[in-house]
C-alpha cells in the first residue's frame, strides 16, 4: 500500500497563474478529501467527494478553487488566478467510509503539497 | 461547530508516559472521538479512536470518561519519534474540525 500520493511536494508560482494540485488516493477508498493548512487557520476541509461524486464544497474560499475527481484514483485541485494568500500546505486524504457518527474507518493523508504564491 | 478544547502544548521525558487530555463537552452520544498526530512536514496519521469504553492499539490507548465529555490519549513510553502536534477530533456532520491541538515536545 503506498498511501495517499500528492504531487507535487513543492510549488512556487507568481500571483496571477494557474496551479494544479494533484492526488491519488489509497485503492478501494470511496472518500477523497482536500484541506488546506495554515498557521492562522490550521486544517480546514476544502471539499470532499464520494465514489468520484463533488459531495460538499462549501469550504472551498471562492470561485478561483476548483476541484475534480474523473476517476476513483485520480483527484486535482486548481486555482486559477492564484493569489498570495492562497499560499499554504494542502493535503490531500482518502478514506473508506465518511466522518459521520458512525464512522470507523481512518482518515489516510498524502504528505501534502506547499504552494508559495509570490 | 464542534469544537474540542486541548492544552497548546506539553512536555515529556523519553520512555515515560503521556496523557493528552482533550474537552468535548458537546459531544452526541453516538459521536466517535478521533485522535490524530501530525509529524513535522507531513500529513496527520490515525492514532485511535473511541466511542464510550477505553480503547487500545499498537500506538496508544484511550480512555474516554463516563460522561464522555473528557477523554485522554496515553502514550505508555514517549519516544523521540513522537513528538508532534496531537489532534482531538469529533465530527461535524461529515467533517472534521480539526483545533490548534497540543504540541508534544519530548526530552531525551
Known amino acids: 500500500d503506498a498511501g495517499v500520493i500528492q504531487s507535487p511536494r513543492h510549488e512556487v508560482t507568481e500571483m496571477g497563474q494557474e496551479v494544479t494540485l494533484r492526488c491519488k488516493p489509497i485503492?478501494?477508498?470511496?472518500?477523497l478529501f482536500w484541506y488546506r493548512q495554515t498557521m492562522m487557520r490550521g486544517l480546514e476541509l476544502l471539499i470532499y467527494f464520494n465514489n468520484n461524486v463533488p459531495i460538499d464544497d462549501s469550504g472551498m474560499p471562492e470561485d478561483r478553487f476548483s476541484a475534480k475527481m474523473p476517476n476513483a484514483s485520480f483527484s486535482t485541485l486548481k486555482i486559477q488566478p492564484s493569489e498570495p494568500r492562497d499560499s499554504a500546505v494542502y493535503f490531500c486524504a482518502s478514506s473508506r467510509t465518511g466522518m459521520g457518527s458512525s464512522y470507523n474507518s481512518p482518515l489516510h493523508f498524502g504528505n501534502g503539497t506547499r504552494l508559495t504564491v509570490t | 461547530d464542534a469544537k474540542t478544547t486541548q492544552p497548546n502544548s506539553m512536555e515529556s521525558n523519553e520512555e515515560e508516559p503521556v496523557h493528552l487530555p482533550c474537552n468535548h463537552s458537546t459531544i452526541s452520544g453516538t459521536d466517535y472521538i478521533h485522535w490524530y498526530r501530525q509529524l513535522p512536514s507531513q500529513g496527520p496519521e490515525y492514532v485511535i479512536h473511541g466511542l464510550t469504553s477505553n480503547v487500545n492499539n499498537r500506538m496508544a490507548s484511550l480512555a474516554i470518561a463516563e460522561d464522555r465529555k473528557s477523554s485522554t490519549l496515553i502514550l505508555h513510553r514517549a519516544t523521540l519519534r513522537d513528538a508532534a502536534v496531537y489532534y482531538c477530533?469529533?465530527?461535524?456532520?461529515?467533517?472534521?474540525?480539526f483545533g490548534p491541538g497540543t504540541r508534544l515536545s519530548v526530552l531525551p
Open positions: 485503492s478501494g477508498h470511496d472518500y
Open positions: 477530533i469529533q465530527p461535524y456532520g461529515q467533517n472534521f474540525v
